[in-house]
C-alpha cells in the first residue's frame, strides 16, 4: 500500500550499553571448539562481528522499548495522550500474556482510548507495524501512532553458550545455534503521524511485501535460543529479496542507483555483501552496525535509520530504502521520503 498523509514525526534509539566481545566468546568456547577442530573466528572473520551489545543488569523488552518510546515522543514534541495506536515489534517479550504493547503503554500513561498489541513477525515485524500504523493514519482513524521495539538477547547468550560448552556438544549443534552468538540488545521507537500535522516531516510513502513462508522451518527461535539454517536462510532469503525488489521497482518506481540510502536489516557481514551484490546496491548507500552491535532483530532498521539521522547522512528530498527479511520467510521493502 502506497500512502499520501503519512509522516514520521519523531525517531529514537538505544544502544544497549554492555559489549560483548567475539574474542570473549571465543575464549570461553575454546575448550568445544579445540574439541570439534574448529580453528576459524566464524563470529569474527566470517560473520564480520566483533562485538555485539547486551544490558546491564535485569533489562525487560518492555524496559527497552518504553526508554526509546519517551524519546521518539520527546523528538516528535507531542504529549503521550495524543497517540491513538502503540504496536510493540519486539521478538523478546516479557510474558506470553499480558502483551509486552500494554506493559509499554502502562508505563508511559497513555490513554484509554489509545489501542495496544504486539506484532510478531520475526525481524519484519518493526516495518509490519509502520504499515498497521500508516493504514490507520491514512483513513483518518488516528492522529499519532507510536511503534516500539525492545530486544533483550541476554538470556539467549548465556544459555546458548551453556548448551555449546558441554562435553557432549556437537559440530551440528555448533552449526545450528552459531547465528544465536551473533544477536545482538537495543532499542527503536518511531512516533508517525498524519503528514498534515507536520509539515516538513519526513514522509512514509509505504511499500511492498512478498512471502516464501515455505521455508519457515530454518529458523526457529525460542526466548533461550535458536537454531538456524545459516547456509539455506541465506540462499532462500536473497532469492526472495530479488523478487520484492523486482516489484519495488515497478510499484515504488526504485532502480539501484535511485536511492540515496539504503537502511538494511542487519545480520552479517556475509549476508549484507550477498544482499547488496543480488540487488545491485552500491555498499556506500548501506550502513553497517553488526560489526559492533550484532543482529538486533526488528529492532536494526529503525537503529540504523535513527544513527543516520543522527551522522547527519539524511538530507531533506533523500529517498531512504528500508528493506527487511524475517525467518518465514518474509520480505518487505519501504521507502521514506526526507
Known sequence: MLFQHVAIAGLAHIDAPRRLSSVEINARLKPTLDRLGIRADVFGDVAGVHERRLWDGD??????????????????????????????????????????????????????DCQNFDVANACLAFINGMDIASRMIERGEIDYALVVDGETADLAYEKTLERMMRADST???????????????????????????????????????????????????????????????????????QKTFQVATTKLGWAADGLDEYVIHQVSKVHTAAFTKAMGIDPRKVLTIFGEHGNIGPASVPIVLSKLREMGRLQKGHRIGLLGIGSGLNCSMAEVVW
Open 59 to 112: 533489562m525487560n523488552a518492555s524496559d527497552a522499548a518504553t526508554l526509546a518510546a519517551v524519546k521518539a515522543l520527546a523528538d516528535a514534541g507531542i504529549d503521550p495522550d495524543k497517540v491513538g495506536l502503540l504496536v510493540n515489534t519486539s521478538v523478546s517479550r516479557d510474558y506470553l500474556e499480558p502483551s509486552t504493547a500494554s506493559i509499554v503503554s502502562g508505563n508511559l500513561g497513555l490513554s484509554e
Open 171 to 241: 559440530a551440528e549443534d555448533f552449526r545450528n545455534e552459531l547465528a544465536t552468538l551473533t544477536l545482538g540488545s537495543g532499542a527503536a521507537a518511531m512516533v508517525m503521524a498524519r503528514a498534515e500535522l507536520v509539515p516538513g516531516a519526513p514522509r512514509y510513502r509505504g511499500g511492498v511485501t512478498r512471502a516464501a513462508t515455505q521455508w519457515n522451518k530454518l529458523c526457529r527461535g525460542n526466548i533461550d535460543g535458536m537454531v538456524t539454517d545459516t547456509r539455506m536462510l541465506l540462499l532462500e532469503g536473497v532469492k526472495l529479496a
